[in-house]
């Protein structure tokens, strides 16, 4: 049921928004990184969850295994980043940014 209920979530999540999905995982099988760190604004934490199984489902073939560590501290923009992440164990090698801006309906 949990695999349901994310699969419509992430349907309802890729209609609404752009969040490059895809992209994100062709970076993450050309890098290979251990820890990941996604951090997402208010609007989107509610998805985070399904954003990550769905990360971790594209990813479960690869050779090399990628953890996902979600951010729930705040997030007002791509220039707030996390203070500190160098001193967080496990070392984080990647940080992937959300933003939440819903894509213009299409005027005919």
Do not use: R
């Amino acid at each position: 049921m949990k695999e349901l209920k994310n699969k419509i979530n992430i349907t309802k999540i890729k209609e609404k928004y752009n969040l490059e999905l895809d992209k994100i995982i062709k970076k993450i099988k050309k890098q290979k990184p251990k820890n990941v760190l996604l951090q997402f604004p208010d609007g989107l934490k509610p998805y985070a969850m399904a954003i990550t199984d769905y990360l971790n489902e594209n990813l479960k073939n690869e050779k090399f295994k990628t953890e996902f560590l979600i951010w729930f501290g705040s997030c007002f923009g791509a220039c707030d980043t996390p203070v500190g992440l160098e001193s967080i164990k496990p070392k984080i090698d990647l940080l992937i940014q959300f933003g939440h801006s819903e894509l213009m309906p299409e005027y005919i």
